[in-house]
């Protein structure tokens, strides 16, 4: 089974060739730590001071740079909401290669650092996944890894995918090994109101 997970990891992740963002003179990057991980994480930080700070867990093939600049240019000043994008290992300037348990991993760390190290109370936190950022989201929202789920503002997933698998061949109905980011598992655990975001044409 792990042989086949690491089959599929390589198949699955798709970071970009180069990162899109400067560790010195662009964003302000901060590092991420926790016990469960000897490696430090790292994410984005668009701070102005508004009240409410949307956690966003990007897609596959961008990394952070791609989401803080969109933030940075409309989304903050339109939503009133400041932004928190942690990378992947693999993605833009984070060392490491990308797998399931890493991804969700780099979100932990990264709700962590908003609730502990910014004392940032849950209620003003809303947690957005894109794409694969859904699976990462949905482990946040439905309490993976902690002692339940947490009682954050609201999730927004945009178009998400039920599995991997399940992202090719929809109409599966057993957990086949080897498949990952198992969300249709997961979503009925979310106790948090939710928006689900997806275009009709979209594959």
Request: glycine share 10%; with cysteine; net charge neutral.
């Amino acid at each position: 089974q792990s042989l086949m997970g690491g089959v599929v990891s390589g198949l699955v992740f798709r970071p970009p060739k180069k990162p899109t963002y400067d560790l010195k003179n662009g964003f302000k990057c901060v590092y991420t730590s926790s016990i469960e991980s000897k490696h430090p994480g790292l994410a984005i930080h668009v701070d102005l001071q508004y009240e409410i700070t949307m956690l966003f867990l990007h897609g596959n093939a961008e990394d952070a740079g791609v989401v803080a600049k969109y933030f940075n240019d409309t989304l903050c000043s339109k939503l009133k909401v400041n932004g928190f994008i942690p990378e992947y290992p693999g993605y833009g300037h984070l060392p490491g290669t990308p797998t399931e348990s890493a991804v969700y991993t780099a979100a932990r760390q990264a709700y962590n650092y908003l609730t502990k190290e910014l004392d940032i109370d849950p209620m003003n936190i809303v947690v957005y996944g894109r794409s694969l950022g859904s699976a990462p989201a949905i482990h946040i929202a439905s309490g993976g890894g902690m002692r339940g789920p947490p009682q954050i503002r609201g999730l927004v997933l945009q178009s998400p995918i039920l599995s991997v698998y399940r992202a090719g061949h929809p109409n599966l109905s057993t957990l086949l090994i080897g498949d990952m980011f198992v969300n249709i598992d997961k979503i009925g655990l979310v106790q948090t109101p939710t928006l689900i975001i997806h275009g009709v044409d979209d594959d």
